[in-house]
């Protein structure tokens, strides 16, 4: 079963996750061995057009970046998830180099959660891709490649 077993809450080295000024946060969620990913939509006016990206966005308001992270995943594939499921975080600069960091989590998540995903309007489509092909793909984000290689290292 792809999230049968939960592992605690881990937040990195790079201290504890904060509500203070960042751009945005995305999601790895995990299956087994596979990484919840959709693939963006081909239009020259969005960054990474027609790349595999994972759950997450901008912030809105003074949310805190968790939950940034599970209102995206909300929007984006219809499934509601508890902050309380992330085991892995970590605080990145922002990948466009501007003045708010970004941040990473992963959270794994069974077969029965992925069966009710309902696909939101951005994107093409959504699949489980296996992690080895997220990471040798030309079509992966490489930030997105950088900071998952990040938290399997850790792991």
């Known amino acids: 079963m792809c999230g049968a077993a939960r592992a605690p809450r881990f937040i990195s080295a790079s201290g504890p ?9 995305k999601l790895a969620l995990i299956c087994e061995d596979a990484l919840l990913v959709y693939l963006r ?21 003074d949310e805190r970046p968790e939950h940034c992270a599970v209102r995206e995943l909300k929007e984006e594939f ?11 975080s970590r605080r990145y600069e922002s990948w466009h ?5 970004s941040y990473f989590f992963v959270a794994r998540i ?11 309007d951005e994107g093409q489509y959504w699949r489980l891709m296996p992690i080895t092909e997220y990471l040798s793909s030309p079509d992966a984000i490489n930030h997105l490649s950088d900071r998952l290689l990040d938290f399997l290292a850790d792991g």
Not at 17 to 25: D, K, M, N, P, Y
Not at 41 to 53: A, M
Not at 110 to 120: A, R
């Open 17 to 25: 996750v904060t509500a203070s000024a960042f751009s945005g946060a």
């Open 41 to 61: 939509d081909d239009r020259d006016d969005i960054p990474f057009p027609g790349k595999w990206d994972f759950p997450g966005g901008g912030r809105e308001g």
């Open 78 to 88: 219809g499934l509601d998830f508890d902050t309380g499921e992330i085991i892995w």
């Open 97 to 101: 180099g501007g003045d708010a960091d």
């Open 110 to 120: 069974s077969k029965d959660e992925i069966s009710k995903v309902q696909f939101g």
